[in-house]
């Protein structure tokens, strides 16, 4: 690929992060041109552009040297991280950003008897996280089935597809609106930083340690 002399930060084009992350790369100044719903937003000031896209494509863009970085959920990234595997080019957490907090957890329906993993042996677990769950009933040494859905994941058990589900919650509303119950965190998430293991050896890499540095101050300032 030809090298880039600017920067490209990926991230969520519309959805929960969107605002945050826009509102994040303004304090560390940086300010950019053409509105929000078209894909590529070009930097004023700094050589940084960003490119707005879903945010289950932002590892792939990183990986692939599409984009330098992303603000993305640790969900998302460590579902690619776990689905990619070993070979694939490694993508590392630069830093945790302190929003789009939720978490990845497993609910039953609320009249369910549950008291450990071990009681999900022969079930159906409907999720969107097929990596992160499977290496957790790894862990737990459960045999489950695993029913990977795209989105509504919370209606499954409703429709059949599956006993019980694993998701991402937040405040338990919409557990609580299904008639479910949460009872195992696989993953404390939040939306992070992203970026290749190893900066680049240009100007780039010069671009994301200035970077880094404003964020830290942002960060600390807002904590
Ligand atoms: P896209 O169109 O980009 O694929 P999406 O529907 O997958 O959008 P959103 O619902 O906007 O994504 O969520 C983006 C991220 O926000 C999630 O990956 C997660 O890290 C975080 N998040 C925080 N709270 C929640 C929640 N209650 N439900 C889902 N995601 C949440
Ligand atoms: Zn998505």
Do not use: H
């Not at 329906?109 to 769950?133: E, F, H, K, N, V």
């Not at 589900?165 to 993953?187: F, K, P, Y």
């Amino acid at each position: 690929m030809k090298p880039r002399d600017r920067l490209r930060i990926a991230m969520q084009k519309s959805g929960r992060l969107t605002e945050p992350a826009l509102d994040l790369l303004n304090r560390c100044g940086l300010t950019f041109r053409q509105s929000r719903d078209k894909l590529f937003c070009f930097g004023e000031g700094e050589p940084v552009d960003l490119l707005l896209v879903r945010d289950d494509d932002i590892p792939g863009l990183i990986a692939q040297g599409v984009c330098d970085l992303g603000i993305v959920g640790r969900n998302v990234l460590n579902e690619f991280r776990g689905v990619v595997g070993d070979g694939a080019a490694t993508l590392t957490e630069w830093r945790p950003l302190g929003f789009g907090r939720c978490r990845l957890s497993i609910a039953v329906p609320q009249d369910m008897d549950y008291s450990q993993p071990q009681d999900l042996s022969g079930l159906r677990i409907a999720t969107s996280y097929p990596g992160l769950l499977n290496q957790w009933l790894k862990e737990k040494n459960v045999d489950a089935a695993v029913v990977t859905l795209a989105g509504s994941v919370e209606i499954a058990p409703k429709l059949g597809t599956a006993e019980v589900i694993c998701d991402l919650v937040q405040s338990g509303g919409t557990l609580i609106a299904n008639q479910l119950r949460e009872t195992d965190v696989l993953l404390q998430s939040e939306a992070v930083l992203a970026g290749p293991d190893a900066l680049p050896s240009d100007e780039r890499g010069d671009m994301i340690e200035l970077l880094l540095k404003r964020l830290d101050g942002v960060i600390q300032v807002r904590e």
